[in-house]
């Protein structure tokens, strides 16, 4: 099995951008996807990014994602903080077995 | 509207079994892949279990194999997760979640709360 490591907390003003890192212990981000969740607080999460770099309907083209293969990370990218993206924010993955891995999350704190 | 609302949990005492329930409508329930998501008090997300459409395939984390199945009925559009031999580091509150057929979660319910403690 792997995990996926990610910062415990990040913080920027809004308007600015900011890049949530999610780094795989072994394998490779080459065969399975990656998503992200958003969960506000008291909320149950949503999905901001699916299969690496795609965003559900509803989501705005502020959030994408990328994959670094060098690294072996991937990576959400919000542009342009609003004080509504002030959440916790989960990446995913899947390990050879098909079971499900999520990251420990990322306090993401808009002041 | 697609609706998922997770029923069952409840205070538990360790050794003990209770048996979650997730009644989903709004959509083809017989028609996705659904999963146990956990998140333990002030911690971050775990997956627990997931079930293939039809029955055909489970799997579950290391943290709960031998003691958790996953179960459900189409007929019914109902999920199940009965969990046995409950620990006090089974203390979370269980999401139930749906998947797409992309397999990333698209709806997911409210929760409903497991408290194992004597």
């Known amino acids: 099995n792997f995990l996926l490591t990610q910062p415990h907390s990040v913080s920027e003003s809004p308007g600015k951008t900011v890049t949530i890192s999610c780094t795989r212990s072994?394998?490779?981000?080459?065969?399975?996807?990656v998503q992200w969740y958003q969960q506000r607080p008291g909320s149950s999460p949503t999905t901001v990014i699916y299969?690496?770099?795609?965003?559900p309907s509803g989501v705005p083209d502020r959030f994408s994602g990328s994959i670094d293969s060098s690294s072996n990370s991937a990576s959400l990218t919000i542009s342009g903080l609003k004080t509504e993206d002030e959440a916790d924010y989960y990446c995913?993955?899947?390990?050879?077995?098909?079971?499900?891995?999520f990251g420990g999350g990322t306090k993401l704190t808009v002041l | 509207e697609v609706q998922l609302v997770e029923s069952g949990g409840g205070l538990v005492q360790p050794g003990r079994s209770l048996r979650l329930s997730c009644a989903a409508s709004g959509f083809t329930f017989g028609g996705y892949a659904m999963h146990w998501v956990r998140q333990a008090p002030g911690k971050g997300l775990e997956w627990v279990s997931g079930?293939?459409?039809?029955?055909?395939?489970?799997g579950y984390a290391d943290s709960v194999k031998g003691r958790f199945t996953i179960s459900r009925d189409n007929a019914k559009n109902s999920l199940y997760l009965q969990m046995n031999s409950l620990r006090a580091e089974d203390t979370a509150l269980y999401y139930c979640?749906?998947?797409?057929?992309?397999?990333?979660?698209?709806?997911w319910g409210q929760g409903t709360l497991v408290t194992v403690s004597s």
């Open positions: 299969e690496n770099n795609l965003r």
């Open positions: 072994s394998g490779s981000f080459a065969y399975t996807y």
């Open positions: 979640a749906k998947t797409t057929r992309q397999n990333y979660f698209d709806y």
């Open positions: 995913q993955s899947y390990d050879s077995s098909n079971r499900w891995v």
């Open positions: 079930i293939s459409w039809n029955t055909g395939s489970t």
